[in-house]
């Protein structure tokens, strides 16, 4: 008696029949048998249809894969540069803008900060006004209408700033000294070589414009 050893026992749905001590001629129908069930099973019908899709599915597998990457690096937003500016344009600081403060014979150039005060102040211009002298080192004036303020405490007060105490007072200051107060920042003179003199200890009268 011999032991069956059918080389489709792992693909046959019949391999406990090639399991079976016999001869071997029913060891030879056996495997004919197991051969016919292969070929015309339904596993085999199976397996050939998987192996006819496996290029379809590796190429589809490759642009799912594609697609899914482009889309990862080209769907950041696009951010457009406001009032029709270019990204050039954006990107260029903004020059800030100049008045002249003349106190008698003598004239500066002061450049104004950015801010909401400045917007307020510069659109009073032009204005005359008579400035008190205050403790050596400043000439202040109160404004009729009350400006936006942003305050700051500076810490240290330098010759040729141009500030706003509170909501109206406006403040020129001719020295450098330290200073606990607060003050918006309106703007500073840019060269104020000369202004300690021009103000002198009295009160003065100043054109802004």
Not at 17 to 33: A, D, E, K, M
Not at 66 to 78: F, G, H, K, M
Not at 86 to 114: H, K, V, W
Request: proline share 5%; with cysteine; hydrophobic share 30%.
């Amino acid at each position: 008696m011999d032991r069956c050893t059918c080389h489709h026992l792992t693909q046959c749905d019949y391999w406990r029949q090639c399991h079976c001590r016999s001869r071997l001629g029913r060891y030879q129908r056996c495997t004919g048998q197991c051969n016919r069930r292969w070929k015309s099973g339904s596993i085999h019908q199976k397996h050939k249809l998987l192996n006819r899709m496996k290029p379809f599915i590796i190429a589809l597998t490759l642009y799912l894969f594609v697609n899914i990457s482009s889309c990862s690096t080209n769907d950041a937003p696009i951010v457009e540069p406001p009032n029709g500016e270019t990204a050039e344009d954006s990107n260029t600081p903004t020059m800030n803008e100049q008045i002249r403060i003349i106190i008698g014979n003598a004239s500066f150039t002061a450049t104004l900060e950015d801010n909401a005060t400045t917007k307020a102040f510069k659109a009073s211009l032009p204005i005359t006004v008579n400035m008190t002298e205050q403790a050596g080192n400043e000439k202040f004036y109160y404004l009729p209408t009350a400006l936006p303020t942003s305050t700051v405490t500076p810490g240290t007060i330098f010759a040729g700033d141009l500030m706003l105490w509170g909501n109206s007072c406006l403040v020129l200051f001719y020295e450098t000294f330290s200073s606990p107060y607060s003050y918006t920042r309106i703007g500073k003179i840019d060269k104020p070589s000369g202004l300690s003199a021009a103000v002198g200890d009295r009160n003065i009268t100043v054109t802004f414009e």
